[in-house]
């Protein structure tokens, strides 16, 4: 079984602060890892993902993400914070399986950016 | 590339009437196609997986009477809310896969059932 953890519900940063999300996962194969964006009344954007190969992944919109085996993490960063970083972000493990693997999410952070 | 769209983007329907969803791939072949159901302000939960040409296969809890799921090509997939109640009302999401690990989302639809 596959799990994802995200804590806190919700993010405040100034603009041009470093965000930083938090994904935790649990998974008896080694993983793929996604973080998503979702902004109001739309469906996922695929932010970046982790398939194994470089353990530091760069997506778009400047964030990047760091894959730890040793802590099971999956954190989300962006050094500097703009105002249309404002969304729903979540983090999802895949269970690999082939044809019809699964995703699994975690809750998912709102990240605000004040001013 | 691997644009998935879905229509209609919103839609009102009303006690025990059934509406129907689409879901294309509009430039890939997606063998499997998944569709979600996401309450306001919390995570998406897979209501089932279908591949072309075969039954869908549910999660547990969800009603195969209820949601009826058609894929019928490689760029299609239905979703059906049979007999709609309030309860029914959310935001649904489909996502498509043609190389395994990833999927690829759609805008969603939001469901309002009066």
Known sequence: ?115 | GAVVSQHPSWVICKSGTSVKIECRSLDFQATTMFWYRQFPKQSLMLMATSNEGSKATYEQGVEKDKFLINHASLTLSTLTVTSAHPEDSSFYICSASSRGYEQYFGPGTRLTVT
């Open chain 1, 1 to 115: 079984a596959q799990s994802v953890t995200q804590l806190g519900s919700h993010v405040s940063v100034s603009e041009g602060a470093l965000v930083l999300l938090r994904c935790n996962y649990s998974s008896s194969v080694p993983p793929y890892l996604f973080w998503y964006v979702q902004y109001p009344n739309q469906g996922l954007q695929l932010l970046l993902k982790y398939t194994s190969a470089a353990t530091l992944v760069k997506g778009i919109n400047g964030f990047e993400a760091e894959f730890k085996k040793s802590e099971t993490s999956f954190h989300l960063t962006k050094p500097s914070a703009h105002m249309s970083d404002a969304a729903e972000y979540f983090c999802a493990v895949s269970d690999r399986t082939g044809a019809n693997s699964k995703l699994t999410f975690g809750k998912g952070i709102t990240l605000s950016v004040r001013p």
